[in-house]
């Protein structure tokens, strides 16, 4: 067989197999002339694919078939096809016959076929891949719309740990940017002393598929925020995580437990300081009672007359001074606490204190001093000075009554724009552990059944809330705690401070340091015209026998309108001793309306209440002057004589 015919015989072979392959091809195939664009060969399947016939698309120019639609408008593809031996497009969409779109993998190749330049084009369908791609980027999409607008922050990490995807939320909860997250494991934000154990939870997490943790996390600037931690293991073995912000819940609940607790130890000091108050109470009420029963025995001897009565005397002043904290502590719990700022010596009040306590002192042979920081015309200041009294004489009177042996010296220097006073001993110090509470309300030094001292507990706490009324400040040092340069030469017992502003008064007076005149001086030898405005026959009664040598008349009124009326019916009244509490009309509005028609008589103030407002509720009200119950004739005497005009 010649040469020729063998080539001719395996062209037609090869042909014959080109056409078998074309005709069976899964994919499109379209074969173009390069020069003019016109369809040349088109095979079944892309027919079928496009939904036209063979006859349809022969001898028709690519851009003259609407399924070329983008090749038609974008000419410059073409032109791309002539030109490039390989072009590839991915994703080029085109339109069936019946308007239906698809995407396809576009490929196309340039070769002579017989001489002549052509384009092969390869397509292969690929718009339920795009449909899936679709859906996943449109999943993406809402994963992050969800994600970024989550209130929880969420994150994603891959099997070692690290952040491959975090939202906005989880930016602002940690103080990172989210670049800086993306090279962060879980080690760079958990806590340094708890990272073996976070990494455990990391892999129970790859281990079980899911967990729920409560875990903190270390923020930007080192301080850390609770979270509630969600985890779900994902099918390619990454962790899906997200946490929320719980700090301001466990804050809450740290407070909540912090009141419950504050709350039960309220209730076991308050039933520990009624329990104290009933034996504080009952106690001097049984001297009281049961001496003054003792009284009634008529074979008792002078000598033992006056021990009775001295316990009774004793017993009642105990229960004033228990009664006065009480209605002090309860009107500062209700906030009724008011301030009065007068003029006060500073001075004055110090020594007075020191002279009140002398003999106590002297008793229990303690060396008793005092030491002011101004001159007496420098220590005329502004302040409330009943509270300021109610202070020192508690600190005072705490001193005394902790200090077996040695000494108790008080005073105040200038510092710093306040007076900062101080009351040191040598008795028993206070602890680290007393330090904590022994300011606070219904608490003692020691809360024992077994206790060696009396006292309700209150004078501290009193003492306080006073202090931080008024603008300053308290504190307790042991003595062998303060610095050698505080003059401390002392090695047991504690000193007490407290600071108030240094106002000086407006019309500063020289003031002699000696104390006031003997109050057992007696009235004028005139006689008085008295009325006794008093609901309560005990205190009227006591009244009389007080002033029987010192008055020419007694007049009684029950109530506020009876006072009016006795003062109208008897304008040549000396003096009026008037209870604040009376029924009917009490004693400010009767005060009130007596001085309507009488300026001159002078009005006395008396009443049970005994705080430093109701003094100058009575002065508002017209009264010369106050004097709070239980009252001494000695100082009912002295007030009389200060407020009567000489004859």
């Known amino acids: ?222 301080s850390y925020a609770d979270t509630d931690l969600n985890t779900v293991l994902l099918p390619n073995g990454w962790v899906y995580g997200s946490c929320r912000d719980i700090s301001v819940r466990k804050h809450l609940e740290k407070e909540l437990l912090q009141a419950k607790e504050r709350a039960e130890e309220s209730d076991r000091l308050k039933s520990a300081f009624l329990a104290n108050m009933s034996h504080e109470i009952r106690t001097p009420m049984n001297g009281i009672l049961g001496f003054t029963s003792l009284l009634k025995n008529h074979k008792l001897k002078g000598k033992e007359q006056q021990e009775y009565i001295r316990i009774i005397e004793k017993s009642g002043t105990r229960m004033l001074n228990i009664i006065n904290d009480i209605i002090s502590i309860s009107k500062i719990e209700s906030r009724q606490i008011g301030i009065v700022i007068s003029d ?128 300053g400040k308290i504190w307790v040092e042991n003595n062998t705690d303060l610095p050698s340069g505080n003059d401390n030469h002392f090695n047991q017992g504690s000193t007490f401070y407290f600071t108030l502003p240094f106002i000086p008064a407006q019309n500063p007076k020289m003031i002699s340091s000696e104390l006031p005149a003997d109050v057992d001086a007696k009235i004028h030898k005139r006689k008085l015209k008295i009325l006794i405005a008093e609901d309560d026959q005990a205190s009227e009664l006591l009244f009389r026998i007080m002033l029987e040598n010192d008055a020419r008349e007694f007049l009684q009124a029950s109530n506020g309108i009876e006072a009016i009326k006795s003062c109208k019916n008897n304008p040549d009244i000396d003096l009026v001793l008037m209870d604040i509490n009376l029924p009917k009309m009490d004693g400010y509005e009767a005060t009130r309306k007596i001085r309507e028609f009488n300026k001159d008589v002078v009005i006395i103030a008396q009443t049970a209440y005994a705080l430093s407002d109701d003094r100058k509720k009575s002065i508002d009200s017209g009264c010369n002057d106050y004097i709070s119950k239980p009252i001494k004739r000695a100082s009912l005497i002295k007030i009389i004589e200060k407020n009567l005009k000489p004859e």
């Open 344 to 471: 006060t010596n500073i001075n004055i009040q110090v020594e007075y204190i020191y002279h009140f306590f002398k003999l106590e002192a002297e008793q229990k042979k303690l060396h008793f001093s005092f030491r002011n920081g101004l001159s007496n015309e420098a220590a005329e200041v502004r302040t409330d000075r009943e509270k300021t009294y109610s202070i020192l004489t508690n600190l005072v009177k705490n001193a005394l009554k902790f200090t077996p042996s040695g000494f108790v010296e008080f005073g105040y220097i200038k510092k710093d724009g306040f007076l900062e006073f101080y009351v040191r001993d040598s008795g028993t110090g206070v602890s680290a552990k007393q330090k904590e509470y022994i300011f606070d309300r219904f608490r003692q030094g020691s809360e024992s059944l077994t206790r060696n001292y009396e006292g309700a507990g209150l004078g501290l706490p009193i003492s306080k809330s006073y202090v931080e009324d008024l603008g």
């Open 1 to 222: 067989m010649k040469k020729e015919s063998i080539i001719a015989d395996e062209l037609l072979v090869s042909e014959l197999r080109y056409r078998r392959l074309f005709e069976s091809a899964k994919d499109g195939i379209l074969i173009l002339d390069a020069e003019t664009g016109k369809i040349v060969d088109v095979n079944p399947f892309l027919t079928n694919l496009l939904g036209y016939t063979k006859q349809n698309l022969i001898e028709k120019s690519i851009w003259e078939i609407g399924v070329f639609k983008d090749i038609y408008i974008n000419k410059k593809k073409f032109l791309e096809l002539q030109e490039k031996e390989y072009v590839r497009y991915d994703d080029l969409p085109l339109e069936t016959s019946d308007g239906q779109k698809i995407h396809v993998e576009f490929v196309s190749n340039v070769y002579l076929a017989n001489g002549i330049k052509v384009i092969q084009c390869n397509i292969r369908d690929i718009t339920e891949n795009w449909e899936i791609k679709k859906q996943i980027v449109e999943s993406e999409e809402k994963f992050r719309i969800i994600t970024e607008n989550s209130a929880d922050a969420i994150f994603i990490t891959d099997k070692d740990g690290k952040y491959i995807y975090v939202n906005k939320q989880a930016v602002e909860l940690l103080g990172y940017s989210k670049e800086e997250l993306l090279t962060f494991t879980i080690v760079d934000i958990s806590p340094k002393n708890r990272i073996e154990e976070y990494f455990q939870i990391f892999q129970q997490m790859l281990t079980t598929g899911s967990s729920y943790s409560e875990i903190e996390l270390v923020r930007k600037d080192g």
